[in-house]
């Protein structure tokens, strides 16, 4: 394969990493002053390279680059619904970030360096792109986190989400050395053949390593202390692009390792995730009851989320993956979904980010009410909302797979999670009114709430089906 | 035994020695000197293998960039390293359980250590061409070999690695910069184009009366 071949089927990538480059230009050249239509040429961007990932070059299946980047059908699914989150996430910040005069050209430019990050993240197969794509995604976040930089809490996010992400890059990098000392090899079916015959036990260590820097990018427990004071002190709109596509980027990388790298040694790789799986949905299920701020029960109801989806990654099928993606992929709406009802939550003085400023709110602003109501019983996965599918996926999947006590770890976990939603849900709709919020908030961000609620209601006839069929077939590519 | 093989027990030495001394200096400047020592002995250790370049690359990146940084860093930011470790003295059980487990762990991983053939072969040659180079004395150098591979088979990976330091760039400006208001700055085009009519005034003096006005 020529080195033109490898250009066009990278096409996406090359596209967006020209295009942000040409996008901070000429933010810089203006001084800054077109934020705005940056934002939208971003959008722009994005959107255009969906076109090849769906039908150009990209949609096709190969090995490029000496097997170190692969278009495939998991890749196609993947960056589509990334570009989609990613834009979704621009469009939810212009207005705050105008009104807390941080509207910079530099964020949309950010977000699209990060998606690039992601996009070639879901399409390594070798050890070194793997490494470099998710640096190249987590370095734009720490910037992104500490956006904000005259408020403490976001720098102080930022730092801290800078010092643990150095630090479990390290422990990534560390097992990635140990898996190639041991098998000699970096690509992902090189690192399978010598599965085989490698010794195990240094591969295993190697693994473990690589495991826990994975853990860590995706918010797993136990490598989720950074979580809610990142999501706390973060700007929102960036909490809500956190929350998003780059969770569900960490996830399909974190599958297509698993299944790609190392199927050989399943039966070393499956308890491991069985734990980090049950612990987040613990953790998760359990410390989201004493929250107080509404950035940290999201971020406490992330790590549970990641809990489930981990339970089809552990099974280590076909099926498993599916329902990754089918998971990773309702979250992604619900989240963006709910992120928009907070940034909705806005007083004359600033944000209000207490969960006791919901009380009453179904009083003031009945429509923001019923949204809110809606995206935590999906949250919980309650029939027939398009939540209850994501775990009904998962969940088949492990007790497909013979995790028996996952799959019931996990609904033990739903019935503890469900107790912290509806407290929020009471309040809302029970509660004495607490003072009502300014209604102008972009009209983005109501568009956006509003889609998401519908897209989770009427989600049983269209979203539901549309992916399983479409995850199906992305999860059959990596078992070709 | 050899002259190389005493040189390389001289650098290895070095390097151990100077990485003791890094963690067990008082002084932190102290810990970044023994740091620059332990890199020149590794850069030593890769002129013995034959790595001429990364030998060179080492003392020029490590040494003459990183580690003077380290070096600024500690002596400018005025960091009172007692106080730091102050209470520290409290985990030390803790960090002795800690580090029995640890190393039973890898001794462990050490006794039943084996390679894979392919694995062996890898390290040999860690690149196609540099294991000519072993074989062959007329065929790409050091840096050509390194040339070779890095801007052919492993162009994805350079290019990457370009939009991560873009990355860095961008960070480092944004949270850093900040737009300065009220200084003069100087301004070519405006200072070149300035006439003489503007700045200079012709003034007839009187003769024993001086400038009036």
């Not at chain 1, 992601?118 to 197969?125: A, E, G, K, N, P």
């Not at chain 1, 940034?343 to 809110?372: C, H, V």
């Not at chain 2, 990183?66 to 860093?73: E, I, T």
Request: proline fraction near 3%; hydrophobic fraction near 55%.
């Amino acid at each position: 394969m020529t080195i033109w071949d490898n250009i066009t089927f990278a096409f996406p990538e090359i596209f967006i990493a020209i295009a942000l480059m040409i996008l901070l230009l000429v933010g810089v050249f203006t001084s800054g002053k077109y934020g705005r239509e940056i934002g939208w040429a971003s959008i722009g961007v994005l959107a255009v390279a969906l076109y090849p990932v769906l039908f150009g070059t990209a949609a096709q299946t190969a090995d490029l680059f000496n097997g170190a980047f692969a278009t495939d059908g998991f890749a196609k699914f993947s960056k589509v619904v990334i570009y989609t989150g990613a834009a979704v996430s621009i469009l939810l910040s212009g207005h705050f970030m105008e009104r807390e005069k941080i509207n910079r050209f530099e964020y949309p430019i950010l977000i699209l360096l990060s998606t690039l990050g992601m996009s070639l993240m879901v399409s390594s197969t070798d050890l070194i792109s793997l490494y470099m794509g998710i640096e190249l995604q987590s370095l734009s976040l720490y910037i992104l986190a500490a956006f904000n930089r005259d408020s403490l809490r976001s720098t102080e996010a930022g730092l801290k989400y800078f010092v643990l992400g150095a630090l479990s890059s390290c422990l990534l990098l560390y097992g990635a050395s140990l898996i190639y000392g041991f098998t000699g090899a970096t690509t992902f079916d090189a690192i399978a053949a010598a599965g085989l015959t490698a010794n195990t036990t240094g591969l295993i260590l190697g693994l473990v390593f690589l495991i826990s820097g994975l853990a860590f990018k995706v918010s797993a427990a136990p490598f989720h202390m950074w979580t809610p004071d990142v999501y706390e002190g973060s700007p929102t709109p960036v909490t809500a692009f956190f929350a998003a596509a780059p969770k569900f980027a960490g996830m399909a990388l974190f599958a297509r390792v698993m299944v790609e790298a190392f199927p050989t040694i399943i039966a070393q790789w499956q308890p491991i995730l069985v734990i980090i799986s049950i612990l987040s949905m613990a953790i998760g299920a359990f410390s989201a009851i004493t929250q107080t701020n509404i950035k940290r029960l999201m971020a406490y109801s992330s790590i549970g989320h990641m809990g489930y989806a981990l339970m089809g990654v552990a099974a280590g099928t076909a099926q498993g993956v599916s329902s990754v993606l089918i998971y990773m992929s309702i979250y992604l709406i619900m989240t963006l979904g709910t992120f928009a009802c907070i940034l909705a939550m806005r007083r004359p003085e600033g944000m209000a980010e207490n969960i006791s400023d919901l009380a009453g709110l179904s009083r003031t602003q009945p429509a923001l009410a019923l949204m809110f109501t809606v995206f935590f019983f999906s949250l919980m996965g309650i029939p027939p909302l398009a939540g209850f599918f994501a775990k009904f996926y998962v969940f088949m999947a492990a007790l497909d797979a013979g995790l028996f006590y996952l799959a019931i770890a996990g609904a033990l976990a739903s019935a503890v999670s469900a107790y912290y939603y509806l407290a929020v849900i009471i309040k809302i709709w029970v509660n004495e009114p607490a003072p009502e919020f300014d209604r102008n908030v972009g009209q983005s961000v109501k568009g956006i709430a509003a889609l998401a609620t519908l897209l989770m209601v009427i989600g049983i006839f269209t979203i539901v089906p549309m992916l399983t069929g479409y995850a199906e077939t992305a999860a059959g590519a990596l078992f070709r | 035994m050899t002259f190389a093989s005493l040189a390389f027990y001289v650098f290895a030495g070095a390097t151990i020695g100077a990485g003791l001394g890094v963690i067990l200096a008082r002084n932190p400047v102290h810990s970044v000197l023994f740091l620059i020592t332990a890199f020149i002995s590794v850069a030593g250790l890769f002129v013995l293998m034959g790595a001429e370049y990364l030998a060179m690359l080492l003392v020029v990146v490590y040494v003459g960039a990183v580690a003077v940084l380290f070096l600024f860093v500690v002596m400018m930011l005025d960091v009172d390293f007692e106080e730091l470790k102050k209470g520290f003295a409290d985990y030390i059980p803790l960090a002795v359980i800690l580090g029995v487990v640890l190393i039973v762990e890898i001794g462990f991983t050490v006794a039943a250590w084996r390679f894979t053939d392919s694995a062996e072969l890898a390290r040999q040659h860690p690149s196609p061409t540099a294991g000519q180079v072993v074989t062959d004395p007329t065929g790409p150098n050091n840096v050509e070999s390194l040339g070779l591979i890095l801007y052919t088979d492993y162009i994805h990976f350079f290019q990457i690695a370009g939009m991560i330091l873009l990355v860095a760039m961008i960070g480092a400006i944004l949270l850093t910069f900040r737009e300065r208001v009220g200084i003069r700055k100087q301004d070519v085009t405006s200072q070149v184009g300035r006439k003489r009519a503007e700045g200079v005034e012709v003034v007839s003096v009187p003769t024993g009366k001086g400038i009036q006005g």
